[in-house]
């Protein structure tokens, strides 16, 4: 039997390959977010994106082949809309849940917690 290894975002519990977690070519797939890119994103949906199907009408995957980006929010400009306060409220108590954690296990220490 073949096993294989995933890991729980504490943030949001989704399951990824321990595998994402490793730098590949020098892009690090899972925890490379900073505050310059998406917090938010509206995507269209429905139907193929324009190049999907490659012009043989059979539908294939391919980088950038997802939902076209609509509009998209960095945290500061989700903050300043005030549309997305629930969302932020909710990251908020995960996170803060996350750092009592790692303080309480010792993986973060009282001199890291200083802002």
Not at 31 to 55: F, H, M, P, Y
Not at 65 to 75: D, Q
Request: glycine letters at 10%.
């Amino acid at each position: 039997m073949t096993q294989f290894t995933r890991v729980a975002c504490p943030l949001c519990a989704m399951l990824r390959s321990i595998h994402a977690y490793e730098e590949h070519s020098g892009i690090q797939l899972v925890g490379s977010w900073d505050e310059n890119k998406d917090l938010i994103r509206i995507q269209e949906a429905g139907g193929k994106a324009e190049g999907v199907t490659g012009g043989t009408g059979h539908y294939r995957k391919s980088a950038g082949s997802g939902f076209p980006v609509i509009e998209s929010f960095t945290l500061e400009e989700a903050v300043n809309s005030g549309n997305y306060d629930f969302v932020i409220a909710r990251q908020k108590d995960q996170l803060l849940k996350l750092l009592h954690l790692f303080h309480k296990n010792g993986i973060i220490s009282d001199d890291e917690l200083k802002i």
